[in-house]
């Protein structure tokens, strides 16, 4: 079975710039998991997705992140503006239900912010 | 809101020792689980428990929760090179929406 699909692996930008991130969960995976991990510490949830409603936003800065899942399948977080302490890893996570179900994980993509 | 806290925060044990790591929760939980992440990969699913006082094992690994649901522990023996990486107990709250919050972590490194 194909896994969590992220992308890009890598991306380099300058603060205030924008930028967007793509997930493609595991199929008929029904909750979708958006995380930051900064070096050093444990991944923070910054939104979780039941199907293409939003279950938990708590913890996203929602003054310039910003994310949606269409269809309740792909995914895309986006930050605009970016500044200095956005660096870090942003990992997806896909899992069959919401409640009590292991995490499968993408690969991360690599953001740095000069 | 809910803190989850790992000691230590670091492990260095020689090929062979045993190693444990604690979580503590603030809050009482409504399960747990553990993942593993290895450098420069992504975290990994080891385990869930659900009971308190539950215990599990996985060949070297064994996992317990405490008995009040608010601690969990994770022990390996006989440690291996391929042991190497951060451990993550993952903590779901109580209630009616059982959010989701990683511990701090603890970096295990073996030496051969």
């Known amino acids: 079975e194909a896994g969590v699909a992220q992308s890009p692996r890598y991306k380099i930008i300058e603060k205030r710039q924008s930028v967007a991130f793509w997930c493609n969960p595991i199929s008929g995976h029904a909750t979708l998991y958006w995380y930051q991990q900064i070096l050093g510490q444990g991944p923070k949830l910054l939104i979780q997705?039941?199907?293409?409603?939003?279950?938990?936003d708590s913890q996203l800065p929602k003054d310039r992140f910003s994310a949606e899942r269409l269809k309740g399948v792909d995914s895309t977080l986006k930050i605009q503006p970016a500044k200095l302490e956005d660096s870090a890893v942003y990992l997806c996570?896909?899992?069959?239900?919401?409640?009590?179900?292991?995490?499968?994980f993408g690969p991360g993509t690599r953001l740095t912010v000069t | 809101g809910q803190q989850v806290m790992q000691i230590p925060q670091y492990q260095h044990v020689q090929e062979g020792e045993d190693f444990t790591t604690y979580c503590n929760s603030s809050?009482?939980?409504?399960?747990i689980q553990w993942y593993k992440q290895r450098p420069g990969g992504h975290p990994v699913f080891l385990i869930q428990?659900?009971?308190?006082?539950e215990v599990k094992k996985q060949k070297r690994l064994t996992f317990q929760f405490g008995e009040a649901k608010k601690n969990s522990s994770l022990h390996i023996t006989a440690t291996q090179t391929t042991d190497v990486g951060t451990y993550f107990c993952a903590a779901l709250g109580s209630g009616g929406y059982q959010k989701v919050t990683f511990g701090t972590g603890t970096k295990l490194q073996v030496i051969p």
């Open positions: 428990l659900v009971k308190s006082g």
């Open positions: 996570a896909s899992s069959l239900g919401s409640v009590g179900y292991e995490q499968y």
């Open positions: 809050t009482t939980l409504s399960n």
């Open positions: 997705f039941q199907n293409n409603g939003v279950v938990d």
